[in-house]
């Protein structure tokens, strides 16, 4: 990609042989109108095929580097238009007409390829003109005229001013000046010509115009996609908690119903088997909450007086309620560890119980951090996969920075509920009480 001077240089320099060309053509017809008496070139075969010469010469050997040059589909459709056109198989203007859309489609892809819609005054209008460069039914000097007013009303007088400075500059500092003034005009707006620092620099120690514009379309493209994807993780982030407070909602309803018909519905003791009293009557909290509040079990266990509580209520425990950690345990492995003085002795793992319908209780917070990685990997992915059930993640896991393959909870005090912290929220959203 040429400098934009050295680019403007030859675009001009390709204008002045178009010109040169079209005067040739123009005298080529009228020599032979004057010399061989036809009333059109076309009725000539020696004029005609010196016009089609003159013509395909512009265009297939050209000694510079222009618009059409690298396109190498519409260069060969040409040869074989100029080729047909010998024949008197085509006429003069559909070879122009070819050549005119080939431009606009030129025109088109450059102004792509510069990303000049980005320059516009605010993002819905680059929205609105990036629309119109794919719209083919608008014509190209339509998009000339909205480009320049999207651009600002000024652009043309500092594009004047640039290439004044460019055509006097004497040496490459005084041209990087002029580049530098263009492109961020730090005299009129030092601030945001300070956040362009880097480009400036680069500017400065001898980096091509066009390597520098194209760093600034990396880079802007790149805060986009930035911001594209905090955008996309906040609404991921919105609809998950809407999906929660939905689920929170629907589950209130049903412990509150639960609870209505707790004395038609309720399960007999659990050591005796006689019915229970609904006045009056002890239950295990954690099988209540996993059964009325969580619906991860089909039903608590119940004891009909404290001499049934008493009896087997720690075997009920021990059998049923195990550590999820297994033989990870704390307690087990490390019946020493030190506990923080106010750590909630048993808790709940939040995903499990709140998503994957799983009773996964755990001796206390500092166990369930410590077994974080391997109960994640055992249970939640599993499950997630079995109930197709996806999770919004942001935060939730923090990785070794030495190794990667290792990581723990980003905040326990999220992944896990406490027996006391559950219960209460239980007893205010139904109203409930356990003895």
Known sequence: ?????????????GQRDSLICARDLESIKDSCIREHGKNHVVECSECWTRLINRLRDR???????????????????????????????????????RIVNEKQEWFRDRVCNLVLHSGTKSPSEARALQQKLNDRDIPTSQLVLELR???????????????????????????????????????????????????????????????????????????????????????????????????????QEKARAAMSSAANTLPPCSVCDTNINAQKFLACALCQ???????????????????????????????????????????????DSAMEVDEPLVVFCRECVENLGQGSVFCSSHCLDVNFHRHRDRVHFPERERTHHETYEEGQVAFDPEDESTYSAGDIKAEAISLRDAMLDWQQKTEARIS
């Open 289 to 335: 909450l996993l059964s009325d509040y969580y619906k991860v079990l089909d039903r608590p266990t119940l004891f009909c007086s404290e001499a049934c509580y008493e009896k087997d209520y720690d075997m009920h425990v021990a059998a049923m309620h195990e550590c999820c950690s297994g033989l990870d345990c704390l307690n087990l492995s490390d019946p």
């Open 149 to 251: 007013e999207s651009l600002g009303a000024d652009i043309e007088e500092i594009f004047k001013i640039f290439l004044n400075n460019v055509k006097t500059a004497q040496s490459p500092s005084s041209r990087n000046h002029a580049y530098i003034d263009a492109l961020f005009q730090p005299e009129l707006d030092p601030i945001n010509a300070s956040k362009s620092r880097k480009y400036i620099d680069m500017i400065r120690d001898g980096k091509p115009a066009s390597e520098v514009i194209n760093v600034m379309t990396r880079d802007r493209q790149s805060a986009k996609g930035d911001s594209d994807q905090k955008q996309e993780l906040r609404r991921a982030k919105a609809a998950h908690e809407l999906d929660k407070n939905k689920r929170d909602q629907l589950r």
């Open 59 to 97: 265009y297939l050997n050209s000694p510079i580097k222009e618009w059409f040059s690298g396109r190498r589909a519409f260069l060969q459709e040409l040869d074989d238009l100029f080729s047909k056109a010998r024949q008197k198989e085509v006429d003069f203007k559909t070879i122009e007409d």
């Open 1 to 13: 990609m040429l400098d934009p001077w050295d680019e403007l240089e030859t675009l001009q320099k």
